[in-house]
């Protein structure tokens, strides 16, 4: 029987995140969203063209890339949240006396301050991470695998002392790392010039295309073209791909394979949260090894909608003359271009 759940009909994207911007030069705070951090952040400092028009004044830049929000299920679910994030006391995400609190608080003292409640109001640092803490703990976002990582030390302590005087502490699943982006130790003279143009190592080495979901794939197109019948470990009933949503485990040993439907079941009885209709994580029935859902997702979305993301992945890599073969594998490809070019500009539309 098919399955009845459908899919966007384009795979999930490879890689999106939401970002504070924090200029270098002036109090003064950016969020935005991007496929490619490394890129939008170049962008903003004026390296190349694209950007957004209240980061591009000169006494702003350089700007720094403080944390990024990653694991959105989709291109509009991060524009969704980015949203919310720039205007919390406006977002229907939130309940209505908590946003009101919020934006009293950071009207409290001000003079001239305006009486309507959707205007977005001038936010410090400090605010715009309580907002954040905020978002990551609404229900609208509860299944989604989010994760939470900072570059700038400082940003990263006061998230510290915010959270450590809250009695609410975020789910589990959510992972919050440092991981300090500093300028290497260079003469002066260098830095300087470096300053507008600079993009930290560890921001490049973020990983925006479907290489890591490679080896995954490969086994599935095996375990799905061997020709042999296979049973869906849940139901026990057979399990076709062409006919139903068929998913792999992950685990390179493993040779499972189920229903969509059956194991979303099983994982969300493993949450004790059958009343949801997207788990988060769960155990495989047969190795028992612990599996991420948005992992499963992608796999599944990448070969059943990711056709030409699929050719781009396995096209062989052309050598050019001279050119060492071991250093083919260094290259990057960014697989999200060829439909994210439209979001660019992202920065400058309004999302709901």
């Known amino acids: 029987m098919a399955d009845i759940v459908k899919l966007e009909s384009r795979p999930i994207p490879a890689f999106y995140c ?28 004026g390296s190349s063209k694209g950007g957004a028009k209240r980061t ?29 994030w720039q ?21 409290k003292g001000k003079k001239g301050s305006s009486p309507s409640r959707r205007r977005r109001p001038s936010m410090s640092l400090e605010a715009r991470l309580k907002n954040l803490h905020h978002l990551l703990g609404v229900g609208s976002f509860s299944r989604w695998p989010l994760h939470l990582r900072f570059f700038a030390t400082d940003v990263f302590a006061q998230w510290e002392r915010h959270t450590a005087k ?20 260079l003469a002066a003279d260098v830095r300087v010039e ?8 560890v921001i490049r080495a973020i990983p925006v295309a479907y290489e890591d979901c490679k080896t995954y794939v490969e086994k599935s197109r095996a375990v799905l073209e061997e020709g042999r019948r296979r049973s ?21 040993s493993c040779q499972t394979v189920s229903h969509m439907t059956c194991l979303s079941k099983k994982f ?20 028992r090894s612990p599996i991420r859902w948005s992992a499963l997702m992608k796999e599944l979305s990448l070969r059943i909608h990711g056709e030409e993301e699929l050719k781009v ?26 439909w994210m070019d439209d979001l660019n500009n992202d920065e400058e539309r309004l999302a709901s």
């Not at 470096?194 to 190592?201: A, E, K, R």
């Open 268 to 287: 969300l009885v493993e949450e004790g949260n059958q009343d949801a209709l997207v788990p988060i994580e769960g155990t495989c029935p047969s190795c």
């Open 87 to 107: 205007n919390t006391h406006a977002t229907r995400h939130i309940e209505r006396d908590v946003r009101d609190a919020r934006l009293d608080e950071l009207q």
């Open 194 to 201: 470096m300053q507008t143009h600079f993009i930290p190592g």
């Open 18 to 45: 939401c970002y504070l911007l924090r200029s270098k030069n002036r109090k003064s705070y950016y969020i935005g969203s991007t496929p490619n951090p490394a890129r939008r952040l170049g962008q903003h400092n």
């Open 56 to 84: 591009s004044m000169q006494g702003k830049r350089p700007w720094e890339m403080t944390c990024i929000v990653t694991g959105f299920p989709s291109k509009f679910a991060a524009l969704q949240f980015e949203w919310a």
């Open 166 to 185: 809250l009695a609410t502490k975020l789910r589990k699943s959510i992972a919050i790392q440092l991981t300090p982006a500093e300028l290497p130790k």
């Open 313 to 338: 992945m396995f096209k062989p890599k052309r050598r050019r003359k001279g050119e060492d073969p071991q250093d083919l594998d260094e290259q990057d490809e960014d697989l999200e271009e060829t």
């Open 232 to 252: 869906c470990v849940v139901c026990k009933k057979e399990a076709v791909a062409s006919k139903s949503l068929v998913l792999i485990c992950p685990i390179e």
